[in-house]
């Protein structure tokens, strides 16, 4: 078969976990530019495999009989629960695992070349490098999953990775705060997702991915037959996978930790919270779509829903948001809404898959332009200290390379032709618009609002005056201009790939035509977008602080992102903290343990209280024995009479 | 000699030498030869089990023994072994080999202290071998009893009110415990004949209904008590508190397994009718017991406290899973008995740890210390992870067999409880989390903790031990929980046919 020649992929995760092994292990014993090569060097082979195994999978073995199949290389049983609801560990390739594989080392790759220069001299480098390894392991085991409880277990794993590395600067009080929250809000999720595996398994009897997503297996008809508060129990079921999805992934209302999550350090937040791990939730539906789709479309109008509001939302918080990370974080999560927006509205087949395409499409072009954007605003923090849009200005001069590259990822994300955000979101546009109009126009407004925040951005970061700096501002050192340079290129390429041809929801290969009404239509607003900024930042002048003065609320509310994180705080403190673990605590110690103290008490006062007849007087005794002998004498006399 | 009383003999020779000797520099180092010869043979024993189970030998219980000691209420010494109790009594030989290490400081008394520890385990070891109901129950009072003394003689803090309670409360326990076993006893042979202690024997007949509705929610709530049922939990916080460092692991870690593998093994095994009937009620207190338990960690700053909460949290779990009543469910009770066993036995180590260097347990007056001991707080991150259920430590595999097999009960009250339950596990990441970011990180607290040093041999022998443990089921935990299920065949077959 043509699995054996795939066998080797499962050495791709395999390099992750013993580099993160070695390194984890021996840490500190390492010298620091040691195990930043070791784990680097892990990631580059796992790269050229996984470039190995998608060369091999698109333009040969993967296509058998017109159609793109699923191989399954490797299979292990892990843990067994029943005879059908076994946990197994497996390497899965379809379209969609061999292009995140493609994806995930790459970016990965860049991130670990990047660090040397960025994390030089921290203290902690070894424990750096090792979280990378453990992350990229994780991710890698996520995306190759052959069941969704290997998901599962992966998908826990990207989390404590994600946990570990936000809080990686652990000194900090806001950095261990971020990352605490980050954790508990996606383990919040992950309680809907763990519970709709347990719905869907219990009524599919399985786990795997490819008895659940065959078409016309009729695996999904008990589960849809059964119905629950007017839902099929399978909507039910899928709805709560995509609470886990909507977690990670950080849709509204679940998105507060994505934000926070930038207090790790900037190449962190381009491979984990803007690439890779972030997507996993899109990554998610997308593996389940044909359940989705055809079991459940009600829970693919949730997901498109959520998608496109998301989108929404985030972009309007980004245009006033001044620090440069959390701007790029807001534009993660409007980004990602597209990308649910488009599952959302997409169907099952080839041309009528659409939406499917456009929303994997994105997934690749974003996660090389949004990585490139983040690891650029890292050599601009770098450069200037500071994380805030009010301490830069002029660094063009400053800062050739990055400037220019920023420039190339701006452009791209506002969706400017020929660069790759442009081709993803025209077929985002054009699957919305099939779908729902609404979709279409309100997506269509997120894109003029992502080319404004994104020119916004640009300009007062590297256009203006020069501010006071603690020293002259530095471009980027040889090994970040390396990572910089090579996503700038494929920023600039990706957008050509024949996407279609590789990747549909059913696995056809089918071709897809510009959409020109929309291309316009969307150019257009980007350009107004970008217009608007230069005219509001280029110039000297007051026009954003007029304009955010003549709209005080909507401002007060973008600005304080819609007071989402009060709500939680609000939640967590008032309600779970001061509402139940105080009261519980208390009521633990005082009423629970008190009735337990009380009965000691009270046999103790039993006994204070009769001690006394204990007196050791023998006349007493005599007394006593005399009277119950008459006493019990009288009462037989009486019973037996 | 059989194999199985070597289990009781080599502490109990242990405890013989160590008479001998009053220094406790010699004294802990025979306890650690003691207790190592203990692991490695239960080891050699776990082989010799294993090649006999692949040689087919599928009695239910292996190495069996059986010598009458008072003939004329047929008493029996009656000793057996399967995967289930094979795999507690693996439990307990790593969590005393463990403790002894933890107790490497102990010089105050140091010969009382280690042969009343070792005393203590020689019951735990007893009572999983023991197929009689009487000698067991004679080996439970062995073991709940040198934990008095332990913890009023080389406690801490209210020393001997925590010592008094924990014993009335387990005393109190004993005492339905001994009349439920009494009861099933004189109904053994409801057709006439002998009347029997083997629980083997007794699972194979039907216990009349009315003695079963009789007998059940007390021997349940006898053994509950040691595995901390919800509302007679509150020995264990206290209890705790006070213990010394290995009487805390030794009995979060062994001791309230005893109550679980009771509560399984005995009350619902023996009597399933009544356990069918009353399940719901104590559901209702096991659900409570793992959510009210986790909600109580939050609110608690002594790191003794929130691990005996989340100890509370993590038996309800275990006491859930007995009441469900499937094969599943009962592999994963006894996979999450062992998991918490040997979590909670790190835990509590690494606590001892810590507050023999910083002389607190108040995670507010700590602070920063991750910087300090590297070791000892990345240990600490490592057990957190654990216990919130991360893939790839041993809970993980414990919790999701068991909500797996109780999602296979499809009876609403059953999902519902469930749920709940599971929702439990998100309320640990919120007290494990917490108390990390207060005591590990964040800037250093107080600057005389510069100079605290990390971890010491014996600290990592006992710390590793039990991470190599616990990583090593998480990862490869196929054989155990194969050897769990299988195991359960004859005992869940006759409990169905019942």
Known sequence: MHTDMFSYTVWIPLILLAAFLLVGLLSDKLKPLVAGLISTAAILLAAVLAYSAAAGYFFGAGLQDGHYTTLIPFEQLWLRFTDTLVIKMGILLDPISVMMLVVVTTVSAMVHIYSFGYMKGEKGFQRYYAFLSLFSFSMLGLVMATNLFQMYIFWELVGVSSYLLIGFYYQRPS??????????????????????????SYYTRTFDFMTLTQPNSGILSSAAGVSFMGASVLTWALVLIFMGGAGKSAMFPLHIWLPDAMEGPTPVSALIHAATMVVAGVYLVARLFAVYALGAPAALEVVAFIGAFTSLFAAIIAITQT??????AYSTISQIGYMMLALGVSGYGSEAGLGYTASMFHLFTHAMFKALLFLGAGAVIHAVHSNEMTDMGGLRKHLPITHFT??????????????????SKDEILAAAHGHYPLYFWSGWFVAGLTAFYMFRLYFRVFWGEDRQYEHKPHDAPPSMAIALIFLALASVVVGFIPFSHYVSANGEPYTTHMHWQVAALSVAIAVAGIGLAAWMYLRPGTVADRLAAAMPGLYKWSKNKFYIDEIYLWVTRTLIFKGLAWPIAWFDRHVVDGTMNGMAWATAQVSEKIKGLQSGQLQQYAYAMVLGAVAFLLLLLYWGA | MDRLSLLVWVPVITMIVISFFKDPKKVRLIAAAGMAVQLVQIILLMLAFFAERQAGNDAEMLFFKDIAWYSNLNIHYTVGIDGISLSLILLTGIVIFTGVFASWEITDRAQEFFITLILLATGVFGFFISLDLFTMFLFYELAVIPMYLLIGIWGSGPKEYSAMKLTLMLMGASALLLVGLLGIYFNSAPDGGPLTFNYIEISKIHLPEAVQYFFFPLTFVGFGVLAALYPFHTWSPDGHASAPTAVSMLHAGVLMKLGGYGALRIAV???PQAAHEMAWIF?????????????????????????AYSSVSHLGLILFATLIFNQVAFEGAVLQMISHGLITALFFALIGMIYSRTHTRNIYEMGGIMKVMPVLGTAYMVAGFASLGLPGFSAFVAEMTIFVGSFQNSALFVRVATILVISSIVITAVYILRAAAIMLYGPLRKQEFELLPDARWYDKVAVFILIGAIAGMGMFPNWLAEMIYTDFTPMFNRFIAN
């Open chain 1, 175 to 200: 950095a261990v705060a971020a990352s605490k929250k980050a954790f508990i809000v996606t383990r919040f999720a992950d309680l809907g997702f763990l519970i709709g595996i347990l719905l869907l």
């Open chain 2, 269 to 271: 095994m023996l009597m």
């Open chain 1, 323 to 328: 620090d440069i990370k959390r701007v790029l």
């Open chain 2, 283 to 307: 559901i209702i207190l096991a659900t409570i017991g793992a959510v009210y338990g986790a909600l109580g960690a939050i609110a608690q700053k002594d790191l003794k406290y929130i691990n």
């Open chain 1, 406 to 423: 920023f420039l190339i990822a701006a452009l791209a994300i506002s969706g400017i032709p020929p660069l790759a955000g442009f081709f």
